[in-house]
Antibody, heavy 118, light 109 residues
């Protein structure tokens, strides 16, 4: 069965770039939107963006170009970069699979808590 | 910016029924917005219950159902169980992006 696992630094300094990678095991990257979602402590969910296996991307317009998502099909991975982070970017970050045919957010990673602090 | 609105909290008695709703600032929701409902319990990742308006997962209890009601997406729970106490989030697709509602805390009392 398909599993997702987030990895990356848990602590990032203000104004620096947050970088996370999601490794996919047990399944192919084709025909899915590979997605990042976050949740600040005690708050709601925010869709950050997604990438299709062709490399096309979509992002939350409110993030004003701070976010980019890329993929490496040879490694079965996709990645998130968020620039100029502040304390407001402290959150649990989840990677999620969304099949094209169902638009269903069916498989989630366990999530990784990233803290922005000096 | 698209704003998705949910009831902040609802209280229901065990065995009762409750409907949670999800409205968009863009106008009436349709199947083209692929309304999705998630359940989240404390300390856990969200789990999708309903996708594309009405579709259930294999793990979705039969008492949960999704629909469109009066231009809103709706999640109905019939025969509420104590374990249904949780936060519920709706998610809609609009203009190439997805937008979450603020969540509804369902209290079973």
């Amino acid at each position: 069965q398909v599993q997702l696992q987030e990895s990356g630094p848990r602590l990032v300094k203000p104004s620096e770039t947050l970088s996370l990678t999601c490794t996919i095991s047990g399944g192919a990257m084709n025909n899915n939107y590979w997605t990042w979602i976050r949740q600040p402590p005690g708050k709601g969910l925010q869709w950050l963006g997604c990438i299709f296996h062709t490399g096309s991307t979509n992002y939350d317009p409110s993030l004003k170009g701070r976010v980019s998502i890329s993929l490496d099909m040879s490694k079965n991975q996709f990645s998130l970069k968020m620039t100029s982070v502040t304390a407001a970017d402290t959150a649990m970050y989840y990677c999620v699979r969304v099949p094209v045919t169902t638009r269903d957010f069916d498989i989630w990673g366990q999530g990784t808590l990233v803290t922005v602090s000096s | 910016q698209t704003v998705v609105t949910q009831e902040p909290s609802l209280t229901v008695s065990p065995g009762g029924a409750v409907t949670l709703t999800c409205a968009s600032s863009t106008g009436p929701l349709t199947i083209g917005n692929y309304p999705t409902w998630f359940q989240q319990k404390p300390g856990q990742a969200p789990r999708a219950l309903i996708y594309s308006t009405t579709n259930k997962h294999s793990w979705t209890p039969a008492r949960f159902s999704g629909s469109l009601l009066g231009g809103k997406a709706a999640l109905t729970v019939s025969g509420v169980q104590p374990e249904d106490e949780a936060e519920y989030y709706c998610l809609i697709y609009y203009g190439g992006a997805w937008f979450f509602g603020g969540g509804t805390k369902l209290i079973v009392l």
